[in-house]
């Protein structure tokens, strides 16, 4: 137990930080837009320079974590975040922001690939499932924090003062996890680094990896963009509401998401033993989410704080496809390929943040009005979304070749 508190809460806490820091501008956002006159695409790109980052430590990340360790790579990268958070908080123009939310990007950019790095040190590989499913719970608190709690800190205090209180919270969480989590080697000598890179080829050049990379890219990248930007927007341009009740819609949404985070580390082991593989799990769950993107983007339906909890609810099945894709590479690969799966996630969560931000702003220069252009930019999401679900389900089940 002992253990278990040193090794899992300061991850738990930084990760939890790492969730907040994504998903703050959602409500942020329009404080932003009136402050410093910035259009649709700009607030994108602003948002979005978290997750370019992020996608480009990954690959070398994998490497680090293999090289130099979980507590080292982890408690280093987040003095960089502090450093973003505190530049952020005094930036004044887009391009200071821009790299500031960058810099951040890339000091949380260990948060859970460091995490699980750890565990696979320490604890037993039937303990994983769960341990996945509590540290994904501490990210979902950190979603949680952005929301509704965020917004009544921001009646009391401004956008500035908050990020420098987060500063100082990111420093204490990295020194917390430098002193707490204990060393333990892998054993093993660490790899060269034309093997490492060998393996980051390997895995790039498989056919069972580009089965989910798609999904990575479209659907969980998407759901990313929207949930930590443009589901308040909408909330607010369609359907007319206030900020403070976008922001409680989006805390809904976070806490379904929490629930279902936490049912996959509990239950995902008990199914696959009844007979319900992990992945029909997460084809079904993001068949579902498909189909509440659909009915928010259509307006089908007038409950849209239900629509917002059932679309967080299925979207979170996409999860699973990380071990998924580790699945198909030998135990020594897996790291990289988890880390390459992330890579894609984070690449498609930038290119959805900043292009449905710049589509708005095309359609609304086009004359159309702030809500029919948010109304067809996430039609035109969806229809991405639906080309990835279509490729993995056409890519599917097939006998195994032999390993040989």
């Known amino acids: 137990a002992m253990l278990w508190l040193r090794l899992f809460l300061p991850f738990a806490g930084a990760y939890f930080l790492s969730y907040l820091y994504r998903t703050a501008n959602a409500v942020i956002g329009p404080v932003l837009t009136s402050e410093l006159a910035l259009g649709a695409g700009s607030l994108g790109l602003l948002t979005s320079a978290y997750f370019l980052s992020f996608a480009a430590a990954q690959l070398p990340l994998g490497m680090l974590l293999d090289r ?234 007038s409950q849209t704080g239900m629509l917002w909890v059932a679309y967080g609810t299925f979207s979170s099945f996409g999860t699973l496809a990380f071990s998924l894709t580790a699945a198909g590479f030998p135990v020594a690969l897996s790291g990289r390929a988890t880390t390459a799966f992330n890579l894609m996630v984070f690449v498609g969560a930038f290119a959805a943040q900043w292009g449905l931000g710049l589509l708005i702003d095309l359609l609304q220069a086009q004359g159309q009005t702030a809500a029919a252009a948010h109304r067809h930019t996430f039609l035109t999401l969806l229809a991405v979304q639906l080309l990835a679900y279509a490729w993995f389900l056409v890519g599917g089940p097939r006998r195994r070749p032999a390993p040989g």
Not at 144 to 157: G, I, N, V
Not at 259 to 266: F, K, N, Q, S
């Open 68 to 301: 130099f360790g979980a507590r080292r790579v982890e408690s280093g990268l987040l003095l960089i975040a502090a450093a973003g958070a505190a530049t952020f908080a005094l930036g004044t123009s887009i391009g200071e922001l821009a790299i500031a939310r960058g810099l951040i990007g890339l000091g949380v950019s260990a948060c859970l690939m460091a995490a699980f790095k750890a565990f696979s040190l320490w604890f037993p590989l039937e303990r994983q499932a769960s341990l996945t499913g509590w540290i994904m719970t501490s990210g979902g608190l950190g979603a949680l924090a952005a929301t509704a709690p965020l917004e009544a800190a921001l009646q009391h205090a401004g956008w500035r003062e908050i990020f420098l209180v987060l500063a100082a919270m990111t420093l204490a969480v990295a020194i917390w996890l430098f002193v707490s989590v204990p060393e333990r080697a892998s054993g093993a000598d660490p790899e060269p680094l034309a093997v490492q890179w060998a393996g980051v080829r390997e895995v790039f050049g498989s056919r069972h990896f580009w089965r989910y990379a798609p999904l990575g890219l479209a659907m969980t990248g998407g759901f990313l963009a929207v949930q930590s930007l443009w589901s308040v927007s909408w909330l607010m341009q369609v359907n007319g509401h206030t900020r403070a009740i976008a922001a409680e819609h989006l805390a809904a949404m976070s806490v379904a998401m929490l629930v279902a985070y936490i049912l996959i580390g509990l239950l995902a082991t008990g199914l696959a033993r009844r007979g319900l593989a992990p992945v029909t799990l997460m084809a079904t769950g993001l068949g579902l989410s498909l189909l509440m993107l659909a009915l928010i983007a259509s307006e089908a339906w």
